[in-house]
């Protein structure tokens, strides 16, 4: 066990600091002790025993903070034979996070303070990626009767969402926004009008019509965001909506943005990635809720992202077995996976030139650490030792075997990535070792 940690000449990039530079990281105990061009040159010449530090020194790599990810589904307690906390947890640390948000429809529902310290109590256990609990706004997510916040926030909530279920009343979101807000916990919203989405099964357009399938509209997100927003702006709460994926929810945000009402988005990289093209031969893993749109929201996503009315990339990891996804598309559960997909996906979207590094790194990092309140992880003497190592030029396949999640649901399986993640430093120790493990 080394207990110093050095990155030598890696590329440096923290948003946070406006830091892209090539420099020499030193991590000792949980905290960053250097950081600066030559920093580790001394250290490494005398004094500390080589067999007390770690050196990694991988020419082209890119040092960033440690990832933050507001949306995953790791299914404990309930459904363990999708995802549990320890393979989640795994999975995180494979994909460059270093903090995850864990959604509560599970099985029971995360709606009670036992719960949500189950789940602090067990992350805790496991070590490595921490995991922080999003309780339900609802009980049972019904969608009637809040919860006990201020019990769930005091179990270590950081958050509150009904996720997989909209809150759609009216009255009830009213009071959510107005109770969490006294507790200074953020409302995510899982914007669908279940009326307009009934028995839908992708998105409504034209591939809808000619696949025969059932489609869930636009306009079932737009109108809860549109609503939401007025809420939001009545009772001066703090508001965040979960995997936006219309160009209409990014024309409400940013208006709403505009004028200074204090929401917040996140974006998956399937919905940056793919659109609904991906339904046409019926592939259960391209099943997703919100569903693959079209080109035009895909676009106004990704300028949404680049300017920033879009705050965050989330994976919304939604693992499922084969019992889920093998069947017919209508039979199937919505979602597929992410933790360990989604550096990569988004360094690939850098490469060609279509968002720029610092943006993506934010909406990776720092803007989802605000929105629930975490210290925004950086890269700087005298904080805390959080951080990812990335080959960006490694090449990998996407293989079962490879994966840490237990669930194997992504049209993304047999490609090619490039770009790999090295190393996951969470708290000084480290959480994932490409070396130790493998890819
Ligand atoms: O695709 C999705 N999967 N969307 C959701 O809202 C829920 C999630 C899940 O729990 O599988
Ligand atoms: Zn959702």
Not at 60 to 73: C, I, Q, T
Request: glycine share 8%.
């Amino acid at each position: 066990m080394q207990d110093v940690l050095v990155f030598r000449r890696v590329r440096a990039v923290d948003p946070a600091r406006g830091l892209d530079a090539e420099i020499d990281v030193v991590v000792e105990g949980k905290l960053i002790t250097r950081a600066g061009p030559r920093a580790a040159d001394d250290l490494l010449g005398v004094g500390v025993a080589p067999d007390r530090v770690r050196v990694f020194e991988v020419p082209g790599a890119l040092l960033l903070p440690g990832l933050v990810d507001l949306h995953a589904h790791l299914r404990e307690p309930g459904q363990e034979y999708k995802e549990d906390i320890a393979s989640g947890l795994a999975a995180a640390a494979a994909g460059g996070f270093t903090d995850v948000c864990a959604m509560p429809n599970t099985s029971p529902v995360n709606d009670t303070r036992a719960v949500t310290e189950l789940l602090v109590h067990k992350a805790r256990a496991v070590g490595g990626t921490r995991l922080h609990p999003i309780a339900a706004i609802t009980v049972g997510q019904r969608g009637d009767t809040l919860t006990e916040m201020a019990d769930l926030k005091e179990g270590g909530a950081v958050a509150l969402s009904d996720d997989g279920r909209c809150v759609t009343r009216s009255d009830v979101m009213r009071r959510a926004l107005e109770y969490a807000s006294t507790f200074d916990l953020p409302i995510i919203q899982h914007a669908e009008d279940h009326a307009l989405t009934a028995g839908a099964e992708m998105h409504e357009g034209a591939v809808a019509t000619r696949l025969g399938l059932r489609g869930w509209p636009r306009v079932a997100e737009d109108v809860i965001v549109a609503r939401d927003v007025l809420l939001a702006e009545y009772v001066r709460a703090k508001y965040h909506v979960a995997h936006v994926s219309t160009m209409g929810s990014v024309r409400i945000l940013r208006e709403a943005k505009s004028r200074g009402i204090s929401v917040t988005a996140e974006v998956t990289p399937h919905h940056l990635l793919l659109t609904d093209q991906k339904l046409i031969g019926y592939d259960t893993a391209c099943k997703v809720n919100p569903p693959l749109r079209e080109t035009e929201d895909l676009v106004a996503l990704r300028e949404a992202l680049a300017d920033g009315t879009i705050d965050c990339i989330a994976t919304d990891h939604a693992p499922h077995s084969p019992l889920e996804k093998d069947c017919e598309l209508s039979e199937a559960s919505p979602g597929m996976i992410g933790l360990e997909l989604c550096l990569p996906l988004m360094l690939g979207l850098v490469e060609k030139g279509t968002l720029p590094m610092a943006r993506v790194i934010d909406a990776l990092t720092r803007a989802p650490a605000r929105v629930v309140g975490l210290g925004a992880p950086t890269i700087a003497e005298g904080a805390p030792a959080n951080l990812v190592l990335v080959d960006p030029n490694r090449a990998w396949k996407v293989e079962a075997e490879r994966l840490r999640t237990k669930s194997k649901n992504t049209p993304f399986m047999g490609q090619t990535m490039k770009g790999m993640v090295l190393a996951t430093i969470a708290g000084g120790a480290i959480a994932f070792d490409v070396e130790a493990k493998g890819r």
